[in-house]
Every structure is written in structure tokens, then in C-alpha cells.
């Protein structure tokens, strides 16, 4: 069973603060991992794809892979009320796999 | 980036009835799509994935009777909701991707209300 872990939340931060939001996934042979943001009501929208180890900047936003611990991390840098959302972790296999999602963690930045 | 449009966005229809979805890539081809399913405060779940010219391929539990899944183009996927009830009353969102591409793009999704 594939599956990618998220902590719920929901995740509170202040205005101009990091961010760091946190998922693990169970498949070893995962190659893509993927970060999505989701508002409420909307469809979700990618913000970053990393597909090796280490980190991968855009922005204010960081992505973290370490293949080894099964571990991916999404850190937003000067966090603004408008990041507020729901934060979609997703991972996938090579080739025309589907990904699969974390449940997401919703995050809350208090201005 | 990508377009991915869905449509309608908004649906309500009585109980017994179908409601088709239409998923749309405007600017690419895609050979592969996925419909998703989300409930409230829930993640998405994955209902069946499509590749362009064949039968999609289902995921454990999901009527393959009831979801309707055509991907007749490289550029237009629908899912049609046969005998709809409150119960597939849900957020539906499809996801597209191009052969070349490690990156899918969703559509807008469709709220479906069944009364």
C-alpha cells in the first residue's frame, strides 16, 4: 500500500515568519514528489516538483528531499496571510504512474 | 503552464438522474488523465486514471458502472456519474499530462450536488 503521511494541522504561523510543513512517504521506489496548494473550494495548484535529494529553491518557497529517510519538506520563507491553505504532499513511481496524496496540512498564517 | 479546463464547475441534479464532466486540455496533449475524487476536509482520491484511446483503469472500489470514463481525444476526457445519489455528492477534479511530461495539471473541479 502506497501511502504518503502529512500532520493535519492545522499548522499556525505568524505574518513574515518560516513555514515548514512535513511528509514522508511508505514507497521506497518514489521518484517525483510533488507540492500543492489548495484553497478552500478550489482545485489544488502546483507550487513545487523535486525529483532529487537535497533542496530545491522557487522564490520564498524550499523544497527538501532526502531519498534515504523517505522524507520530503516544503519551507515558505516571509510567510503571508495569503498562503493560508491546505498543503497537498504527493509522491509517484516513474513512468505514467498516478500520484498519490498526502490528506494535507492546513496551514494558517496569522497576521 | 498548462490549461487544464473543467467544466462545469457547479452542478445540482435529483437523485436518479446522470451528470457528465467534461475535462479539457486547451494547449497540450494529454495521453494520460486522472479523475479524483474529494470529499470534505479529505484528500484526493485517485478514482481511475485514462490513457487516450483505451479503457480506463479503475481503482478498487470505484464502479466502473457507475463512473463513466471516456478519453476518445488527446484533449478531452469525460466522466459521466450514472444514477447519481446524495452519497456521490463531491468535489470532482481531473488532472491531465502530456507523454513527456513528470507534471500533471488539474482542472478547476467540479462540485456535484446531488438532492
Known amino acids: 500500500q502506497k501511502e504518503v503521511e502529512q500532520n493535519s494541522g492545522p499548522l499556525s504561523v505568524p505574518e513574515g515568519a518560516i513555514a515548514s510543513l512535513n511528509c514522508t512517504y511508505s514507497?521506497?521506489?518514489?521518484?517525483?514528489f510533488f507540492w500543492y496548494r489548495q484553497y478552500s473550494g478550489k482545485s489544488p495548484e502546483l507550487i513545487m516538483s523535486?525529483?532529487?535529494?537535497g533542496d530545491k529553491e522557487d522564490g520564498r518557497f524550499t523544497a527538501q528531499l532526502n531519498k534515504a529517510s523517505q522524507y520530503v519538506s516544503l519551507l515558505i520563507r516571509d510567510s503571508q496571510p495569503s498562503d493560508s491553505a491546505t498543503y497537498l504532499c504527493?509522491?509517484?513511481?516513474?513512468?505514467?504512474?498516478?500520484?498519490?496524496f498526502g490528506k494535507g496540512t492546513r496551514l494558517s498564517v496569522i497576521a | 503552464g498548462a490549461v487544464v479546463s473543467q467544466h462545469p464547475s457547479r452542478v445540482i441534479c435529483k437523485s436518479g438522474t446522470s451528470v457528465k464532466i467534461e475535462c479539457r486540455s486547451l494547449?497540450?496533449?494529454?495521453?494520460?488523465m486522472f479523475w479524483y475524487r474529494q470529499f470534505p476536509k479529505q484528500s484526493l482520491m485517485l478514482m481511475a486514471t485514462s490513457n487516450e484511446g483505451s479503457k480506463a483503469t479503475y481503482e478498487q472500489g470505484v464502479e466502473k458502472d457507475k463512473f463513466l470514463i471516456n478519453h476518445a481525444s488527446l484533449t478531452l476526457s469525460t466522466l459521466t456519474v450514472t444514477s447519481a445519489h446524495p452519497e456521490d455528492s463531491s468535489f470532482y477534479i481531473c488532472s491531465a499530462r502530456s507523454k513527456q511530461a513528470t507534471e500533471a495539471f488539474f482542472g478547476q473541479g467540479t462540485r456535484l450536488t446531488v438532492v
Open positions: 523535486i525529483y532529487s535529494n
Open positions: 494547449d497540450f496533449q494529454a495521453t494520460t
Open positions: 504527493a509522491a509517484r513511481m516513474s513512468g505514467n504512474t498516478p500520484l498519490v
Open positions: 514507497d521506497r521506489v518514489s521518484q517525483s
